[in-house]
């Protein structure tokens, strides 16, 4: 068993560093921010790959890697997701969702129409595996496939933020239109569809603030 181990790759930086590299990162991801308006102007396939990858290096319950990503820049594509997605999203405002959800939505301005999905020049579909394969040929569960699949988007989120783009973490309701779309089989289920690109030279944010530290972490010394 020792055997399937490395060593881990690993070098001390000195605190002052650490710091530095803490800061600065704080500084640039508090500076990120979900927008809906894109920009039509093209973004490179090896950018998406390489976001891909990064978010592919989330950790992962068993080392499963439960995740797929579906990248899509097609035109044609884009069209059918939005179609069906603002078909539900129709359903979802008019009839399904309770109004204690709709109270906060409203200050953000969200409605049914999702532009957003043939704009950005991409869309990432991540989907969460609910099975895998096993060795014996059949299918097993997979374990904490959703919290495993929330690191790798928040990892995808910042390898985007980080290369100068913007993302919006949508959220379809409910989105098993994507498998079919998509093509994907009947184990593996759509979490997020993020829309990549650069944002709108008109683009707009809603005017909001971050909870402070205090708020949003306990401390035991």
Not at 132 to 137: D, I
Request: hydrophobic share 40%; glycine share 6%; with cysteine.
């Amino acid at each position: 068993m020792k055997d399937e181990f490395v060593p881990l790759e690993w070098n001390e930086l000195p605190v002052t560093e650490m710091e530095r590299r803490a800061g600065a990162l704080y500084e640039q991801m508090n500076l990120r921010r979900t927008t809906r308006h894109f920009s039509k102007r093209p973004v490179s396939r090896e950018l998406i790959e390489k976001a891909i990858m990064c978010g592919a290096t989330a950790p992962s319950g068993a080392h499963l890697q439960p995740w797929t990503f579906v990248a899509v820049s097609s035109a044609e594509m884009k069209m059918k997701m939005r179609e069906a997605a603002e078909i539900e999203e129709e359903r979802t405002y008019s009839e399904r969702m309770p109004e204690a959800w709709q109270e906060l939505l409203q200050p953000l301005g969200t409605d049914a129409v999702k532009e957003h999905m043939t704009d950005a020049p991409w869309l990432v579909v991540l989907f969460r595996q609910s099975k895998r394969m096993r060795s014996n040929g059949e299918f097993g569960p997979t374990y904490y496939s959703t919290e495993s699949c929330g690191i790798a988007a928040g990892m995808f989120i910042q390898a985007i933020h980080n290369m100068g783009l913007v993302t919006l973490t949508h959220t379809p309701s409910p989105m098993g239109f994507l498998r079919g779309i998509l093509g994907r089989p009947a184990h593996e289920h759509a979490m997020l569809v993020m829309p990549v690109g650069y944002p709108a030279e008109d683009a707009t944010v809603p005017k909001l603030s971050r909870k402070p530290l205090d708020d949003v972490a306990v401390f035991f010394e």
